[in-house]
């Protein structure tokens, strides 16, 4: 993939379904939690034109959980809920739609049109390799769990929707899973590298 359209991919692959793996169970627990100071503000991959940017802010509720802001191209952009998730030495992100993707008084209108591709409440996750002095982040793609999935079906619980995994494993089950490819690239691949916008 070419590296200068990465940062745009990464969340319109997030939202388009033709990417990332997604989940119907989170990959965090309470006691997994971890709130980073340095994951705030907004980080942008410099190497695009139009520049995409990530804007992570504190977020009210629940506690010790972010927001998120992506914006791509024209200007659209998506609201998210974001966890950061410690699971021995790794940290992962944890996102979620945080917003209908359309107006409830009108369809036809859409604030965030990211999230219309999200057809249903799905969680997916990033895996997190620094957080300073840049930001570097890896996805979970579907086309590596699928040749995980056909070398061991039974890998983790899943569904075919369409042609594409859904994960439908536990969230304990999911955190194993995880860990057990963390230091390999038989799940995350195609690093993201965000700088810090001033």
């Known amino acids: 993939m070419n590296t200068r359209k990465l940062s745009f991919y990464v969340l319109a692959g997030l939202m388009c379904g033709c990417v990332p793996v997604i989940s119907l169970h989170p990959l965090y627990t309470k006691e997994n939690v971890v709130f980073d100071k340095k994951l705030l503000g907004t980080w942008a991959d410099d190497l695009n034109?139009?520049?995409?940017?990530w804007q992570f802010e504190s977020a009210?509720?629940?506690k010790k959980a972010y927001s998120l802001v992506f914006t791509g191209e024209d200007d659209l952009k998506g609201s998210f809920a974001v966890h950061l998730v410690k699971l021995k030495d790794h940290l992962f992100l944890d996102i979620f739609p945080s917003e209908a993707p359309w107006d409830m008084d009108d369809p036809n209108e859409s604030q965030w049109p990211y999230n219309s591709l999200f057809m249903i409440p799905a969680h997916t996750f990033v895996k997190v390799?620094?957080?300073t002095p840049k930001l570097k982040l890896r996805l979970m793609l579907d086309t590596q769990l699928e040749k995980l999935l056909e070398e061991n079906p039974?890998?983790?619980a899943h569904v075919e929707v369409k042609g594409r995994p859904v994960l439908t494993a536990s969230t304990k089950e999911l955190q194993a899973f995880i860990l057990k490819y963390a230091d390999t690239d038989k799940l995350f691949t195609d690093e993201i590298v965000l700088e810090r916008k001033e």
């Open 60 to 62: 009210d509720e629940p």
């Open 129 to 131: 390799d620094s957080l």
């Open 49 to 53: 034109e139009p520049e995409m940017t």
């Open 154 to 156: 039974d890998a983790i």
